[in-house]
């Protein structure tokens, strides 16, 4: 089915409530020239014209003009801080591919459709991932944010606010996954040239999700180290969108590992089509850099002979812990001298490389108002075991006797990061049917408590993409399980995330009931306020689904 080219022509004006005369930008807006306007007597208003040209009628909303068939909208964009005093805001994830690696927005109709139906669910915004494989993809400082930006404004027009993931690690299982996101080709250049910027396990297996933390400050990105290449994309990313930073881009979250999470990419199962619910997972520690950091701690103590590599009897991929020398209760190496040593030294460097990034984020962002987030991974599957096999492999030094989440929430508390984490939904009664030693309910506990304590804002996300009744009451428990108490505590929650199946009738009732209830009965919504004779309508769920289904959009 042909979509026509589509092109915006938006302009910005700013009023008082009590204003006639309203004080009008351009009406070319370009991102250089917008300014907010402050306004002394009453809370601003940012309204927003905005043209978007095709040949097609009126199935895309808006009036339609006589004369050339041009779409117009209309939105007014309430800017007052305390905008909803109740209640928890939900956001709802884009698909990974909303930008197609050409830097262009896919199947923008369909895109358009399902933004206004968010606004008419009351959803407070979009979470948009910004792939750098897509933006700096062919040549370094090299930077294409156009797809990013229509895709920015398309949100505006619908009244919705923006959470911007910064991703700097791959999306799929490998280059060849037509699916996937790479890595920028220049940096993987650079990983074929020198292969130890990637992670490794004992086994030599290299993993090219996330260039290796080992080489952190390293010059080894033609000139540049890895952070310095992060923070370059952070200060040009902000840059380019400062006009909506704090008003339409509210948060911002930055990658710092495999699934954008701070980890090490212990887990393999995804390639290998294996059960995830039982791996143990892999140190990440043979690339020639971490091995120099681990043998410099090791000689620090006196310990040469500690600084070889990782820990031997950690076992295979799926094991039962207790038949490893390492990870067993009783006796296992992980509670000896040498365990704790190489547990200390892994898992420090993680929090590391955390503290790097956030040192630089906040510096970069400061002043913007945008509330700056990074994300956890949720790694339940051992965590009734006293020593979390699962959790430590992936840099989380979190025992029966060892509170491994602690240090990196004081790191989020120290930078004024919130945190964002998954398995919301997910209980134990049913998780325990499938592995006795999970509880993603008491990993949820304990990480909602730490951060409690550090009194950092939190992001819930579901892990599963199928929630049914149960999941969506599950999320309600676990969000008022963190927010609840006599000092409300800030909580938003990440639905993941948007494709065809969230606009079947009985998924969209589902879905649009569980923001109702999040929002504690005083939902926002959006005012689409239409221009000419065509009203935009609230039950768009079903014009998006039909699309779904003729451009097979997954």
Known sequence: ?????????????????????????????????????????????????????????????????????????????????????????????????????????????????????????????????????????????????????????????????????????????????????????????????????????????????????????????????PIQVYADFMRDFRDTFRPFLGTIITGVQIGMGPGGELRYPSLSLQKLNLDWSRELGEFQCYDKYMLASLNASARNIGKREWGNGGPSGAGSLIQNPERTEFFRNEGGSWNMPYGKFFLEWYSDMLLLHGERICREAETIFRGTEVHISAKLAAIHWHYVTQSHPSEVTAGYYNTFKRDGYLPILRMFSKYGFSMCCSCFEMQDIVMKKI??????????????????????????????????????????????????????????????????????????DRFTRFVRRMSDGNMFRARLNSVGKLRLKTTVAAEVGLLYQLYQYS
């Open 1 to 225: 089915m042909a979509i026509s080219s589509q092109s915006f022509s938006p302009s910005f004006i700013l009023t008082r409530h009590d204003s006639t005369r309203p004080t009008r930008l351009p009406s070319r807006f370009t991102f250089t020239h917008f300014r907010k306007i402050q306004t002394r007597s009453a809370s601003p208003r940012f309204s927003v014209s905005s043209r978007l040209n095709s040949s097609k009628s009126s199935d895309a909303g808006g009036s339609i003009s006589p004369d050339n068939g041009d779409v117009t909208y209309e939105l007014h964009h309430d800017l007052s801080p305390q905008r909803r005093r109740r209640g928890s805001p939900v956001f709802v994830t884009l698909p990974v591919k909303s930008i197609g690696r050409e830097g262009k927005i896919w199947r923008p109709k369909a895109m358009m459709l399902s933004l206004k139906a968010m606004a008419a669910a009351g959803v407070e915004g979009v979470v948009v991932e910004i792939w750098w494989g897509v933006v700096e993809r062919n040549e370094p400082r090299v930077y294409d944010w156009r797809g990013y930006r229509e895709l920015v404004m398309m949100a505006c027009m619908c009244g919705l606010k923006v959470r911007a993931v910064l991703a700097f690690h791959q999306h799929g299982t490998d280059g060849d996954d037509l699916n996937g996101i790479p890595l920028p080709l220049w940096v993987l250049d650079e990983m074929q040239k020198d292969p130890d910027l990637a992670f490794s396990d004992r086994f030599g297996r290299r993993n090219t999700e996330y260039i290796s933390l080992g080489c952190d400050i390293l010059p080894v990105l033609r000139g540049r180290s």
């Open 435 to 508: 592995n006795p030693d999970c509880s993603p309910e008491g990993f949820l506990r304990q990480l909602l408590l730490d951060a409690r304590l550090c009194d950092i804002s939190l992001e819930g996300q579901n892990f599963s993409t199928d929630l049914d009744d149960d999941g969506f009451t599950q999320v309600l428990k676990m969000s008022k399980y963190y927010s609840d108490g006599i000092e409300r505590r800030p909580f938003s929650f990440n639905f993941v995330r948007m494709d065809k199946n969230m606009f079947e009738p009985r998924n969209w």
